[in-house]
């Protein structure tokens, strides 16, 4: 990977965008602070998303794999690595410009757990792409299981800018704690003044220690407690199905348990980037009320996850 990447991302949407082949949602953002949790959130209003399909309207069996043969219009790099295992192409429906896919050149289903190769290659895409002198950081984030609020069966993780001096609830999470591996005695980081579950761990500050098998062992000490979440609930509700949103930048490491990708009270579906504060709505008066009262997106995020487990220990939840 090459510091040039975020030009080769840029001058490839640019050019995608100029010949329609991205067909970028024009949006509006404006940042808004739950004064009860203390969490901030970017909150992006962008109606013309209410054309567009739901994964719950589609017909699953019509549906074309879109990563199966990319348009070479929207491919950035076509063997990411050279192990001819990875693409790296461009959303074509983007709210947020150069919104790239990590896209697996065979197909795996978007069900199949994070490997190793999966995690260092993310990683390494975020060290390309990020630059501290500019203030620009990146996350990347993988939507598991229909739950998780992903929409294409093709395994593929996603990678965004992180607004400018906006910092997710991750990064405070983390500030001044040094990288671990969570175990019966050491639990993930969570925020207790937020409703949902969601586990963090740091990650080392010298990038030189961070390799295939620390990220692996950081991911499946969070993957362990977020799986523990299904044992407990499926005795209760047999049709829930495992789901799970995974996010990274260079700082941390984050998995969230999902139950559901919408909420009923605000008809609202959203991915990873929810519990990251990234709020994506397309309705008017969605978006009025989560203005006038911020609070009520900590309750729909967990309606559609799990209650905090901050301050129990793992063997009290069946770890």
């Known amino acids: 990977m090459t510091t040039s990447l975020r030009q080769q991302i840029k001058e490839k949407y640019d050019s995608a965008l100029k010949n329609g082949d991205v067909v970028f949602t024009e949006s509006s953002s404006s940042k808004h602070k739950d004064s009860k949790s203390g969490v901030s959130y970017m909150v992006t209003y962008a109606p013309s998303l209410l054309k567009k399909p739901e994964r719950r309207d589609e017909d699953a069996s019509k549906k074309k794999d879109p990563f199966a043969e990319p348009e070479p219009e929207l491919t950035v790099v076509d063997n990411v690595n050279g192990e001819n295992e ?3 192409v461009l959303n074509k429906f983007p709210v947020v410009p150069e919104h790239a896919l990590l896209v697996t050149r065979e197909f795996k289903p978007q069900t199949s757990t994070l490997t190793p190769k999966d995690l260092l290659t993310s990683y390494k895409l975020l060290q390309s792409l990020d630059d501290e002198d500019e203030g620009v950081r990146h996350m990347v984030f993988y939507n598991c299981g229909a739950n998780s609020g992903s929409s294409q069966d093709h395994k593929h993780l996603q990678l965004l800018a992180l607004p400018k001096k906006f910092a997710p609830l991750q990064d405070r999470l983390c500030s001044g704690q040094t990288h671990y591996i969570p175990n019966m005695n050491s639990e993930p ?3 207790k003044n937020v409703s949902y579950a969601h586990f963090v ?3 080392p500050e010298d990038e030189t220690n961070i390799d295939e098998e620390l990220l692996a062992m950081t991911f499946v000490s969070l993957l362990q407690r977020t799986l523990t979440f299904f044992q407990d609930w499926t005795s209760e509700s047999e049709r829930l199905s495992v789901g799970y949103n ?5 700082s941390w490491l984050c998995l969230v348990p999902r139950s559901s990708a919408f909420s009923k009270k605000l008809n609202i579906g959203f991915n990873a980037t929810g519990y990251a504060g990234l709020i994506l709505i397309k309705d008017q008066e969605v978006f009025s009320h989560v203005q006038e009262n911020p609070h009520v997106i900590d309750e729909f ?7 905090n487990t901050a301050g129990s220990k793992s063997d009290q939840y069946s770890y």
């Open 201 to 203: 761990v740091p990650l």
């Open 301 to 307: 995020l967990l309606e559609c996850g799990f209650p």
């Open 86 to 88: 990875f693409r790296l």
């Open 189 to 191: 980081l969570q925020d």
């Open 246 to 250: 995974v996010m990274m930048t260079r």
